[in-house]
């Protein structure tokens, strides 16, 4: 099975990822813009992924829910600046509320994705970019699988 | 006020973090280290007493030089911040790589 690499650029605040997928371009990219195929992987376990808006092109964004086992949620929302079918495209990715304004204190992170084709599979490396040292902090701290609900926790207190 | 001295901190001004850059290739005598910044000396002497206060770089005296050691453990500190974020990419991918076989 394929494993995903990393990149750390510290000097841009960058953390690169690159995967390999057995899997043609078209499909690849289905995956991304059909929600609903997009939440049935964005979320890690044990959180499900709810999509309250999707508009999957240049310009559109993206709203999504991440739900707890106790029902909580937590909101996201990616802002599609810049986009090219099948090749790649830009996002500002940010917490938001129900309504989808900015919500909590970290700062938008960017997001660049991406998509490589090549005899059959296709090649995703996906850029995510903070705003600081301390957002990359920030967000790793609260990135994790393990202490997501910890995290998400602390990000309710914040939003109180 | 009292100010928080760590590795994000040292990291978090740009001349700081070309400082960093520089002694992670090998290390150098303030006088080598100011000579590469257009910034003045004394602009480098006070980067290079953050980056010795926040504890990623070590100053030893040799003969009448100063030299500037980066502490490799201290960056490697900043890596594993990266870990919980890489985790959460390792397990998307995963989780779209075990859709995309199923998916016709």
Same mark, same amino acid.
């Given at each position: 099975?394929?494993?995903?690499?990393?990149?750390?650029?510290?000097?841009?605040?960058?953390?690169?990822?690159?995967?390999?997928?057995?899997?043609?371009?078209?499909?690849?990219?289905?995956?991304?813009?059909?929600?609903?195929?997009?939440?049935?992987?964005?979320?890690?376990?044990?959180?499900?992924?709810? /999509?309250?808006?999707?508009?999957?092109?240049?310009?559109?964004?993206?709203?999504?829910?991440? /739900?707890?086992?106790?029902?909580?949620?937590?909101?996201?929302?990616?802002?599609?600046?810049?986009?090219?079918?099948?090749?790649?495209?830009?996002?500002?990715?940010?917490?938001?509320?129900?309504?989808?304004?900015?919500?909590?204190?970290?700062?938008?992170?960017?997001?660049?994705?991406?998509?490589?084709?090549?005899?059959?599979?296709?090649? /995703?490396?996906?850029?995510?970019?903070?705003?600081?040292?301390?957002?990359?902090?920030?967000?790793?701290?609260?990135?994790?699988?393990?202490?997501?609900?910890?995290?998400?926790?602390?990000?309710?207190?914040?939003?109180? | 006020?009292?100010?928080?001295?760590?590795?994000?901190?040292?990291?978090?001004?740009?001349?700081?973090? $070309?400082?960093?850059?520089?002694?992670?290739?090998?290390?150098?005598?303030?006088?080598?280290?100011?000579?590469?910044?257009?910034?003045?000396?004394?602009?480098?002497?006070?980067?290079?007493?953050?980056?010795?206060?926040?504890?990623?770089?070590?100053?030893?005296?040799?003969?009448? $030089?100063?030299?500037?050691?980066?502490?490799?453990?201290?960056?490697?500190?900043?890596? $594993?911040?990266?870990?919980?974020?890489?985790?959460?990419?390792?397990?998307?991918?995963?989780?779209?790589?075990?859709?995309?076989?199923?998916?016709?």
């Amino acid at each position: 099975m394929s494993k995903t690499t990393f990149t750390e650029n510290l000097e841009d605040n960058q953390l690169i990822a690159v995967r390999e997928f057995n899997a043609p371009i078209e499909k690849v990219w289905k995956a991304w813009s059909d929600p609903d195929i997009m939440c049935q992987w964005w979320a890690p376990q044990p959180y499900i992924c709810k /999509i309250d808006h999707m508009d999957f092109r240049e310009g559109g964004y993206w709203i999504y829910n991440m /739900i707890g086992p106790e029902g909580d949620e937590h909101r996201g929302r990616m802002d599609f600046v810049k986009m090219k079918e099948l090749e790649m495209f830009e996002a500002e990715d940010y917490f938001c509320d129900e309504n989808g304004e900015k919500a909590g204190d970290i700062p938008p992170m960017q997001l660049e994705v991406t998509f490589e084709a090549s005899g059959g599979t296709t090649t /995703i490396t996906s850029t995510t970019t903070f705003a600081s040292p301390e957002a990359f902090k920030q967000m790793a701290e609260m990135g994790a699988a393990e202490g997501w609900e910890l995290a998400m926790n602390q990000l309710e207190e914040l939003l109180k | 006020m009292e100010q928080r001295r760590d590795i994000f901190q040292a990291i978090a001004d740009p001349t700081r973090r $070309e400082i960093l850059t520089t002694l992670v290739d090998q290390p150098k005598n303030l006088n080598a280290l100011a000579d590469q910044f257009s910034i003045s000396r004394q602009g480098v002497s006070l980067h290079v007493k953050v980056l010795e206060e926040c504890d990623i770089i070590s100053i030893s005296k040799e003969g009448r $030089e100063r030299y500037c050691h980066i502490k490799p453990e201290k960056l490697l500190e900043i890596i $594993e911040w990266l870990e919980p974020f890489k985790q959460l990419w390792r397990d998307r991918f995963d989780q779209l790589d075990d859709l995309l076989k199923n998916i016709k």
